[in-house]
């Protein structure tokens, strides 16, 4: 079954606005990565958060983490027109040899000009 | 480098026909998985590998079969193929351990009739 779960299932913003979707999990993680999926592509990889760690940032992104609600933010700010796609969470689980990602079923972006 | 990469690209298959959906990449990762993406369902795992003629299955096993001799090849077999794997296929690769990003291949979209 999924590991994570995003929330919300769909987001419409206007450019500039911040876009901020939520992953929810349900077993101790390793670390939890979060992809993006442009229209009929394969996903790309944006960013990885520890366990041990709290928040990551990678230029316009900012990615929390709360393993105690087992559960984690991505925040985008000043979205642009080029950040519509659908996102998705990962997780590494602890207990799978480190073997396997396992992806919940995403948030889809609309970012209106 | 080319990375990930799938062939072909769009296939449609007649119930109970087979084919082997071929994956490659030249990262020499030892990692390669196989997904397929449904809408409102997110990536599953079909099949993974840690390493040339290691195996194992994920969570939508049946009906697929995979093979691993090489660390540059991992394809996919469906045997015979039903309406119910009709989907998106992702192959995707990484490095040994938990805290590496995964590469994806463009896709391939099978439909069954």
């Known amino acids: 079954s999924q590991q994570g779960e995003e929330d919300p299932q769909a987001l419409s913003i206007q450019e500039g606005e911040n876009a901020t979707m939520n992953c929810s999990y349900k077993t101790s993680i390793n670390n939890l990565q979060w992809y993006r999926q442009n229209s009929g592509r394969g996903l790309v990889h944006l960013i990885l958060?520890?366990?041990?760690?709290r928040e990551k940032h990678s230029g316009r992104l900012r990615v929390t983490l709360d393993t105690s609600k087992k559960s984690s933010s991505l925040l985008i700010t000043a979205s642009r027109a080029a950040d519509t796609a659908s996102y998705f969470c990962a997780t590494v689980a602890m207990n799978s040899g480190y073997s396997t990602l396992t992806f919940g079923k995403g948030t889809m972006l609309l970012v209106s000009p | 480098n080319a990375g990930v990469t799938q062939t072909p690209k769009f296939q449609v298959l007649k119930t109970g026909q087979s084919m082997t959906l071929q994956c490659a990449q030249d990262?020499?990762?030892?990692?390669m998985s196989w997904y397929r993406q449904d809408p409102g369902m997110g990536l599953r795992l079909i099949h993974y590998?840690?390493?040339?003629?290691?195996?194992d299955q994920g969570e939508v096993p049946n009906g697929y079969n995979v093979s691993r001799s090489t660390t540059e090849d991992f394809p996919l077999r469906l045997l015979s193929a039903a309406p119910s794997q009709t989907s998106v296929y992702f192959c995707a690769s990484r490095n040994r351990g938990g805290r590496n990003e995964q590469y994806f291949g463009p896709g391939t979209r099978l439909t069954v009739t």
């Open positions: 958060i520890r366990s041990n760690e």
């Open positions: 990262m020499n990762h030892e990692y």
């Open positions: 590998s840690v390493g040339a003629g290691i195996t």
